[in-house]
């Protein structure tokens, strides 16, 4: 920038002198030809209007530089290079023979030649001065430039050195300044960024590096906000994998979910091909280690990796308290090429998540615990209250019929005082299982309290398929061979079954006549299952809601 701006000047100082001189010359020399046209001339007139032409001749001899002069025919030409012919009449031409004409020529070409001198000498004077008096500056912002340029990619290193001691000085140390300036805070935001974000790869352009990195953020913060406010984990996990798919464009990965207390191992999500195949959590690298595994780096480290074509990593999430998820992703060799450097991203929006997601889960595994009986693994009554009427509502709206079985072991107390009350607890598992095992996914199984549970039958056509159900759960418990303590017990029970919205249309109460029927059936001999009817309701003096 400075040679070609050095370069300029001189060849605008150095054309515009050649064109002043080329151009004063020709002025000079037109001039000077012009001042011995004008001389002849006025020779001329002072013999035309003189009334004497003689001594108008003498007058014209004694002038300086007129040697003399002659009346000629104007086809007489000069014959002399000192003569200069002009016309006085149609006929005749005055000749003037001046003494030095050659040598006044002589004299204009001496004159031109030393201003063509003088202005080549100023031209070359004027670039020399200039020279000197422009490159300080020139340099000056030669190393602006530079330093700009440097700036512009993240380097805040290229100050201003100069030995300037006017205004110019004080604006370079104050640029040097601002420059110092933005590096501590480059400097500043770019180890933020570091802790924000680990293991970003390093880039020559460090604006770039940090608008693209500040841009992540700005996205995993929203992403944190929203995540936030959804209801469930897995809403979370749906977010999860819209990331992966749509912003990262992530072909082939799986999401496994992780109980640590149990390491129960929950397959979440899977997309395109994956050679990841976790069984036992406990062989899970990625989970044992809690560190990121990476074939590039180790090939071959993961024993639960079975793919030789393809690159795996591994990436496990947690926030170190009953929850880890791990995310397995597989790439051929262009993948890796270009999308390895995104998984300092994934990283940390999966750490984002986790802390949301171990509250959450935490949450649900506590609801989960107060609405599930800790023995038997059933529904307690706190969640047949909190989803009965939801059901009821759904039978009417479907016109369809649900049986309410209420279910009481026989004798059960009796157990408890003569085996104790671990063996009671075996009873209660094994009527658990029986009633779990004959009843379908959608229908609900509830301990009510002690030894009493609820069965609620859903979509049911008619009571003969309702009284179906509760005889083979009344066979099927009584068939049932316990072992406690070394012995071999068999129990019986006693349901009693109501049909909603046939014998009422008010859920709970239905619950209140399916009792009533158990009820019956305790008095009718027990291991029997009873239908409620309205003479119970007399025989029991109970009133309708």
């Known amino acids: 920038m400075k040679k070609k701006i050095l370069i300029f000047i001189f060849l605008v100082i150095t054309i515009g002198g050649i064109v002043f001189t080329a151009f004063t010359a020709y002025r000079f020399s037109t001039i000077t030809d012009l001042a011995i046209k004008h001389s002849a001339q006025t020779i001329r007139d002072i013999y035309i209007y003189s009334e004497n032409k003689d001594e108008a001749i003498k007058l014209i001899k004694n002038m300086p530089n007129i040697n003399n002069i002659e009346i000629k025919d104007k086809n007489k030409k000069c014959d002399v290079s000192n003569c200069i012919a002009i016309p006085i009449n149609t006929d005749k031409e005055l000749l003037i023979h001046f003494k030095s004409l050659a040598e006044f020529e002589n004299e204009k070409y001496q004159v031109i030649l030393e201003t063509i001198i003088i202005n080549l000498i100023f031209i070359a004077m004027s670039n020399l001065l200039l020279n000197w008096l422009l490159t300080p500056y020139l340099n000056v912002f030669e190393e602006l430039r530079l330093s700009i340029e440097k700036a512009r990619h993240g380097d805040f290193s290229g100050k201003i050195k100069t030995k300037f001691k006017n205004e110019l000085q004080q604006i370079i140390n104050n640029y040097n300044l601002f420059l110092e300036q933005l590096h501590k805070n480059f400097n500043l935001i770019t180890k933020m960024l570091e802790i924000l974000i680990p293991n ?20 995993i913060n929203k992403f944190k906000k ?123 929006y999966l750490n984002e998540a986790s802390s949301i997601i171990e509250a959450k889960y935490t949450l649900e595994l506590m609801k989960q615990n107060s609405l599930t009986d800790q023995l038997t693994g059933l529904y307690n009554r706190r969640y047949l209250e909190e989803i009965l009427d939801k059901i009821a509502a759904s039978a009417i709206r479907e016109n369809s019929l649900l049986g309410m079985l209420m279910i009481d072991i026989d004798y059960f107390k009796k157990v408890n005082d003569t085996l104790g009350h671990d063996a009671g607890d075996i009873v209660l598992k094994e009527l658990s299982k029986v009633l779990t095992n ?53 129990k019986t029970i006693s349901i009693g079954v109501a049909i909603f919205p046939i014998q009422t249309d008010k859920i709970w109460e239905s619950i209140k006549f399916s009792d ?13 299952v009873v239908l409620f009817s309205e003479e119970l309701l007399e025989k029991n003096d109970y009133k309708k809601y």
Do not use: W
Request: aromatic share 10%; charged share 30%.
């Open 516 to 528: 009533l029927a158990l009820y019956e059936a305790k008095n009718n001999g027990r291991n029997r």
């Open 200 to 219: 970003v790869p390093k880039s020559k352009d460090r604006l770039t590096s940090i608008q693209n990195n500040m841009e992540i953020l700005a996205d």
């Open 226 to 348: 929203i995540i936030e406010e959804d209801a469930n984990v897995s809403e979370i996990y749906d977010r999860i994998i819209e990331i992966f798919e749509k912003k990262f464009n992530l072909q082939n990965f799986k999401l496994y979910a992780i109980l640590n207390t149990t390491q129960e191992l929950k397959l979440i999500y899977q997309k395109g091909e994956n050679c990841c195949n976790i069984e036992n959590p406990l062989n899970c690298r990625a989970y044992r280690t809690s560190k990121e595994i990476d074939s590039i780096k180790f090939p071959h480290v993961c024993p639960e990796q079975f793919c030789e074509e393809m690159h795996y990593i591994c990436i496990p999430f947690s926030n170190g308290g009953t929850f880890t998820g791990i995310v397995s992703i597989n790439m051929n060799d262009e993948e890796y090429e270009n999308k390895h450097f995104i998984i300092p991203y994934l990283e940390s």
């Open 438 to 490: 004959s009843v379908r996914d959608s229908d609900f199984v509830v301990r009510f309290g002690g030894e009493e549970f609820i069965v609620v039958l859903q979509n049911i056509k008619d009571k003969e398929g309702i009284l179906k159900v509760a005889e083979k759960i009344r066979e099927s418990f009584e068939n049932t061979k316990i072992a406690v303590n070394g012995k071999t017990l068999s």
